[in-house]
């Protein structure tokens, strides 16, 4: 069962553990190709399809959110409660004069730690493990020359991973832009100026491989994270935004989908 047209997918993940069951995601391309009444069809099959399934809460991401997917969204019972803003900025931007060197693997373990106390408010990063970690170094865009380190005294103070996106897809991803991917600087050394000449070394390596465009993801609310890229020429290009329901089940009856065994389906992408 299709929850959407051949060119535009709406994502449905669950049940999983946790305080939220289901995940529905409308990643921003996919957004930028619908207007608002194809909108609320996807979202009408979208949330029948997690009701079938037993409901429960029910996260919604709204990629490049439109001012009017709000009112939609809450036609289906679900509130904002968080945005994620992705930032932009030219390069190349002013030079560096911070001392980094690149990520080498006997550097695990003082990263995560890092990590771990910089993002201990973030509901995802903060719990990278050592497996995380190594996952995403496996991945094709991994390149450690593009992942840098900070170190005072001999101890790590921060780090900047970027990530370079070739392009070509569709917008906004149709342009080669080179991704300040996560910055963390250790709890102990923040406030004293390390955050921007760290984040303009990334910027420094993400052009020296070709970008002339950088681009971040930042919360709305992080308000140190913003005042440093202000600063550095990042301004607002998109907002994605999550939303929250608590969507009742309903009896599932023989016209609608089930998955194997008749229990809940679990939707990687539906197109
Ligand atoms: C964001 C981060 C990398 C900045 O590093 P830093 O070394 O502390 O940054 P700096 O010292 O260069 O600058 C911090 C700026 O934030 C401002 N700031 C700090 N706390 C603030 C607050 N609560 N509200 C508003 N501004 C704040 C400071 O005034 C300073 O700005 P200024 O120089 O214009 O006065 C660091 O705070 C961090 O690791 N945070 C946790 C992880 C994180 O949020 N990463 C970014 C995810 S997108």
């Given at each position: ?5 051949a ?7 669950g ?5 939220v ?10 957004r930028?190709?619908?207007?608002t009444g ?8 979208a ?22 997917d ?19 900025a030219p ?6 004069d ?25 509901p ?19 390149d ?8 005072l005294e001999?101890?790590l103070?921060g780090?900047?991973?970027t ?42 390596h ?5 970008p ?9 609310d992080n308000?140190a994270a913003?005042a440093v890229?202000r600063?550095l020429?990042?301004?607002?290009h998109?907002?994605?935004r999550?939303?929250?329901?608590a969507?009742s089940?309903r009896?599932r009856?023989?016209?609608?989908p ?5 229990g ?7 197109d």
């Amino acid at each position: 069962m299709g929850v959407a047209s051949a060119a535009v997918a709406i994502e449905i993940s669950g049940p999983n553990d946790g305080e939220v069951a289901w995940t529905i995601e409308l990643p921003a391309a996919d957004r930028l190709t619908l207007d608002t009444g194809e909108l609320q069809d996807r979202l009408a099959a979208a949330v029948a399809t997690v009701r079938a399934a037993g409901g429960s809460t029910c996260r919604l991401w709204i990629g490049h959110v439109e001012p009017s997917d709000d009112a939609l969204a809450a036609e289906f019972g679900f509130t904002a409660y968080r945005d994620l803003w992705q930032l932009r900025a030219p390069l190349p931007a002013a030079p560096s004069d911070l001392a980094v060197r690149p990520f080498e693997p006997g550097d695990t373990d003082a990263v995560l730690a890092v990590n771990r106390r910089a993002f201990g408010w973030h509901p995802e990063q903060g719990a990278m493990t050592a497996d995380d970690l190594r996952a995403r170094q496996a991945e094709p865009w991994y390149d450690a020359a593009g992942f840098l380190l900070h170190e005072l005294e001999g101890r790590l103070a921060g780090f900047c991973w970027t990530k370079v996106h070739p392009g070509g897809g569709p917008p906004p991803g149709d342009i080669p832009v080179g991704e300040i991917y996560v910055i963390a600087v250790d709890p102990a050394c923040q406030g004293r100026g390390i955050g921007g000449p760290l984040t303009l070394a990334g910027l420094a390596h993400l052009h020296s491989r070709g970008p002339t465009v950088a681009m971040l993801y930042v919360e709305s609310d992080n308000a140190a994270a913003n005042a440093v890229y202000r600063r550095l020429g990042f301004r607002h290009h998109h907002t994605n935004r999550a939303y929250v329901a608590a969507l009742s089940g309903r009896a599932r009856d023989h016209t609608e989908p089930a998955g194997a065994n008749g229990g809940p389906r679990r939707i990687e992408r539906a197109d």
